[in-house]
């Protein structure tokens, strides 16, 4: 039958879906770590270009939806106050 997807198409797919998962899990790690420290950074004790560059980080991570946030704090076991 030419519209059956074969087992071959199937653990080709698996195999895509759990490298995706894993990459996903990576970038919620790091997206956690860089919002715990977005918010534990006092802005007045930097040099100028690393608070832009902090600004340029917040302002990433505030793009996030609230459940993305949720699930990359969540990652690294972070809690943002």
Request: glycine share 4%.
């Amino acid at each position: 039958m030419p519209n059956t997807i074969n087992q071959n198409e199937i653990n080709m797919l698996r195999t895509e879906l759990e490298l995706l998962m894993r990459e996903r899990l990576g970038l919620l790690k790091i997206t956690g770590v860089a919002a715990g420290l977005v918010a534990e950074m006092d802005s007045h004790n930097l040099p100028i270009a690393l608070v832009e560059a902090a600004d340029i980080l917040a302002t990433s991570i505030n793009q996030l939806s609230e459940e993305t946030l949720q699930d990359a704090l969540d990652a690294v076991h972070a809690e943002i106050v």
